[in-house]
């Protein structure tokens, strides 16, 4: 079982519409949760963090952790074709952070 | 603001050569450093971290070194590399206590011929 998991996708999804990312994580005693955005022969960006359960809003990005079912997700409301990239969610358990293989997001125009 | 310079962006290297790339920060003290490989179409793979000078883990034993001579320098050596070590080598810095966010270089995309 990987530590980290997500759906490869591709997710697609038209202009303007939620994209729903999903992620679920293994280790129990995960601290804390990241999203990072990776474009295309790019490196990683981080676009969220979060550390409780609950949702975190940052303008048109939400993080929800839920730690009893173990599932990270990534919501992004009014997607723009700009937001067609790999999205990675890594989880901080121990002394590292590990990263799930990504889900590539289309959004169509 | 802080910032992450990695270099070179991209190298070809033959098998069996050695390998050295660099990574500074500047605008922030005593960061922890990591460096990552990423193969093509997969994850992060954490390959080494250091919380300070000369301190250095590394969670996967490979063909690969990682030193800190100074506190905002890290480098990722080899002394022969193989076909396997191909990939994109990402450095990345964070403060405080490790479970807090960890920005990325623009990485250096190696392939061994």
């Known amino acids: 079982q990987k530590e980290v998991e997500q759906n490869s996708g591709p997710l697609s999804v038209p202009e303007g519409a939620i994209a729903s990312l999903n992620c679920t994580y293994s280790?129990?005693?995960?601290?804390?949760f990241f999203w990072y955005r990776q474009y295309s022969g790019k490196s990683p960006e981080l676009i969220m963090f979060?550390?409780?359960?609950g949702d975190k809003e940052d303008g048109r990005f939400t993080a929800q952790l839920n730690k009893a079912s173990q599932y990270v997700s990534l919501l992004i409301r009014d997607s723009q074709p700009s937001d067609s990239a790999t999205y990675l969610c890594?989880?901080?358990?121990?002394?590292?952070?590990?990263f799930g293989e990504g889900t590539q997001l289309t959004v169509n125009p | 603001s802080q910032t992450i310079h990695q270099w070179p962006a991209t190298l070809v290297q033959p098998v069996g050569s050695p390998l050295s790339l660099e990574c500074t920060v500047e605008?922030?003290?005593?960061?922890?450093l990591y460096w990552y490989r990423q193969a093509a179409g997969r994850g992060l793979q954490l390959l080494f971290y250091?919380?300070?000078?000369?301190?250095i883990s590394s969670e996967v034993p490979q063909n690969l070194s990682a030193s800190r001579p100074q506190d905002r320098q890290f480098i990722l050596s080899s002394k022969k590399l193989l076909l396997s070590d191909s990939g994109f080598y990402l450095c990345a810095w964070s403060v405080g206590q490790l479970n807090q966010p960890q920005h990325f270089g623009d990485g250096t995309r190696l392939s061994i011929l």
């Open positions: 890594a989880a901080f358990s121990g002394s590292r952070l590990t």
């Open positions: 280790d129990r005693g995960s601290q804390s």
């Open positions: 979060i550390y409780s359960n």
């Open positions: 250091s919380v300070g000078i000369g301190q």
């Open positions: 605008g922030t003290s005593n960061p922890n």
